[in-house]
């Protein structure tokens, strides 16, 4: 876990599976970002933070499947900032349980 938010528009506003989670207020925005060597799924990550933010239970969210395939979310992105990911840069945004969830890259969700 960063000990200092990432960018200075951002404020920790709580934790998820390790990770924190960020506010920015300007633009009313939660930002989080996985340390380089964790194992996570992308899809495992979304769902965990979503609940975080809607400050529900990752089961009482929709089904992510409804809005993408997680096998392919992951296959895109691979784990967290791995190195052999498809992706090197770019993103992906969609609609998911109230959110508009965009994935980058880089790892930042």
């Known amino acids: 876990m960063p000990e200092a938010a990432p960018r200075d528009n951002l404020t920790s506003v709580g934790e998820t599976s390790g990770r924190t989670i ?4 300007v ?4 930002h989080t970002w996985c340390d380089d060597g964790a194992d996570e799924p992308v899809s495992t990550a979304l769902l965990l933070t979503a609940s975080a933010v809607l400050e529900v239970d990752p089961n009482d969210l929709e089904t992510l499947s409804e809005y993408i395939e997680p096998d392919v979310l992951n296959a895109l992105f691979g784990h ?3 190195a052999k990911s498809r992706a090197s840069n770019g993103s992906v945004s969609f609609t998911f349980s109230e959110c508009i969830v965009t994935i980058h890259a880089d790892g930042e969700l």
């Open 22 to 25: 960020y506010y920015d207020e």
């Open 27 to 30: 633009c009313e925005t939660y």
């Open 80 to 82: 967290w900032r791995r």
